[in-house]
Nanobody
């Protein structure tokens, strides 16, 4: 079992930055693909970014490319999402997830955190 706990969300203005962290416990996460997803009110949960087990490969949804950076530290069992130049449309609950496959579909992720709220005001 892998437990994931997100932190770092908050209320910011457009153009600001936030750093989301995902702390993991239980099994080590180094074998897992780690992803960040978000869900806005009334919308489906959507893929934001993911990183391969070694950290060598990263993938982003088009709307965050160039603004968000995902990274991981397997020694510390942590995953970070650095979010810069935030926009009001980035407002959502952000979730950290762990899975065994390199996929954008949240259905492929077995373990999820409880989420952290990010609100970007205009």
């Amino acid at each position: 079992q892998v437990q994931l706990v997100e932190s770092g969300g908050g209320l910011v203005q457009a153009g600001d930055s936030l750093r989301l962290s995902c702390a993991t416990s239980g099994r080590i996460v180094s074998p897992y693909h780690m992803g960040w997803f978000r869900q806005a009110p009334g919308k489906e949960r959507e893929f934001v970014a993911r990183i391969s087990p070694s950290g060598g490969m990263t993938y982003y949804t088009d709307s965050v490319k160039g603004r968000f950076t995902i990274s991981r530290d397997n020694a510390k069992n942590t995953v970070v999402l650095q979010m810069n130049s935030l926009k009001p449309e980035d407002t959502a609950v952000y979730y950290c997830a762990a899975g065994s496959y390199s996929r954008n579909d949240p259905a492929y992720y077995n373990y999820w955190g409880q989420g952290t709220q990010v609100t970007v005001s205009s």
